[in-house]
């Protein structure tokens, strides 16, 4: 006699799941199926497996490119390499989205393309939003394995093992926290961190728990947690700004990027291999032209820079997408007034800050400190968080004048805080009660200084 297993996708879970709750909620006793009789595993293990999830599908979905790119290629010259030598490129280009630097031609590439990064914090998100046990050792599990595969792929291909395992580690750890916290839950995050919501209270309610159980010196204050979400806003706006300027250089390009796109003359293969390798590399622009913003800049090699009202151009790769770089009118000098919109984008944030300060002063008037560690912690994670994406932007594309490639982190990442704290403390203290008493008291004395002078000349005059 043959038994038949139990569907395991996941609609039929869900469904089971659903019929043993409603069984349950009308008294019933909910009847075992074989996966009710089935020994629950070790939450670390349910981790390990979901990061082995994760790990196969962004790999599989950078290394098979790859080998349709070669078997392409094979297909109208000939060539002594082999289909592994697809493979150890693939896979050298997914240690290099983890951080880890690689060596092509004995030449260093540091270069991350961020767009393998994000390929891989999604995956880890969706293998870690369907495991059934959120728990720290589930966790614990999948960060730990995820690293481990990254390190074995690390060492294979001779990269650096230990800048690839803390980006696997930053990658892992972000992806599966985030799926774990979001889990199967449908509510957005602009409900859920609605003051007065459940989910809203019931953040508050882990915040509590999990604050109860640190030291005094260790719990951030109500002014410091308002500045860090207000900083996560920021950024969050500073990503929304830089990818409309890429739109608008990538329109002002178009011609540039199709003359380079015809030049190459590729085959319908080799352009799609193109198309998502370049893709790659839109997030890493996204951040240069945050960095153009701030006024910093950016280079792409040592022979070309770009910022605000100014490009210097020189030798680059045969890259359609270095198309949509600023160049022509792009560089013109109206363009110098771009970090406008970065002050414009600190001044909505300010406001922002300074209703949730009066939120949390209730009937009492908000404090010059709770203005002070608001805009200190503004300042410091948009400072932090900036300068660490512009980091990993940036790095050597090759030998030569490609070694250096990207924007400076400090110099963008000070501007990015400057820009952020003094817009805040501009809207700040513009509505804070104390500055409008003393206009209005200013306002007065001018008054009664001026009004006098003007009754004693209508009394002349009469």
Partial sequence: MVTMAAPTGAMSVQRRRAAARSRAGAGGVPAQ???????????????????????????????????????????????????RSAVAVGSSLWVLGHGGPIRVSGSGISLVPLGLSVLAVLTCFGSARRAVRRTPGSLLGFVVTYALVVALVAGAVGASIL??????????????????????????????????????GELEQRWSEVSAHLPTWAIPSAAVRI??????????????????????????????????????????????????????????????SV???????????????????????????????????PTGGMAGPTMRWAPLLIVALALAVGILVWRRL???????????????????????????????????????????????VGAEAIPVARRLAGYAAGGAVVAMVLQHPALRRRVHAAALRIGRTVRPRGGDDADTVG
Avoid: K
């Fill in 163 to 200: 800048p690839t395992v803390a980006g696997a580690l930053l990658i892992a750890g972000l992806g599966a926290t985030t799926g774990m916290i979001r889990g199967d839950r449908r509510d957005s995050a602009r409900r859920a961190l609605r003051p007065g919501s459940a989910r809203g």
């Fill in 358 to 404: 009066q939120t949390a002063a209730g009937s009492s008037e908000v404090s010059w400190t709770a203005m002070a560690s608001a805009v200190l912690s503004l300042a410091i994670v948009v400072g932090v968080v900036g300068g660490c994406a512009v980091a990993a932007a940036s790095g050597s594309a090759g030998p030569g004048s490609l070694a250096v």
């Fill in 291 to 325: 960095a153009w913003l701030s006024g910093a800049g950016f280079v792409v090699g040592t022979a070309s820079s770009f910022a605000p009202g100014s490009a210097t151009l020189g030798a680059l790769p045969a890259l359609p997408v270095l198309g949509a770089l």
């Fill in 33 to 83: 199926g074989p996966e009710d009789l089935t020994p629950a595993a070790p939450g670390w293990i349910i981790g390990g497996l979901a990061a082995l999830q994760a790990a196969l599908w962004s790999y599989g979905l950078i290394v098979v490119p790859a080998v349709a790119a070669f078997v392409s290629a094979a297909a109208h010259i000939t060539t002594d390499a082999t289909w």
């Fill in 227 to 288: 500045g860090a979400r207000a900083a996560c806003a920021f950024l969050a706006g500073l990503t929304a700004l830089g990818a409309v300027i890429v739109l608008v250089w990538a329109v002002a390009g178009r011609s540039e990027s199709r003359d380079i796109l015809t030049s190459l003359g590729l085959d319908a293969t080799g352009g799609l291999v193109l198309a998502v390798g370049q893709a790659t590399l839109v997030p890493n622009l996204v951040v240069w």
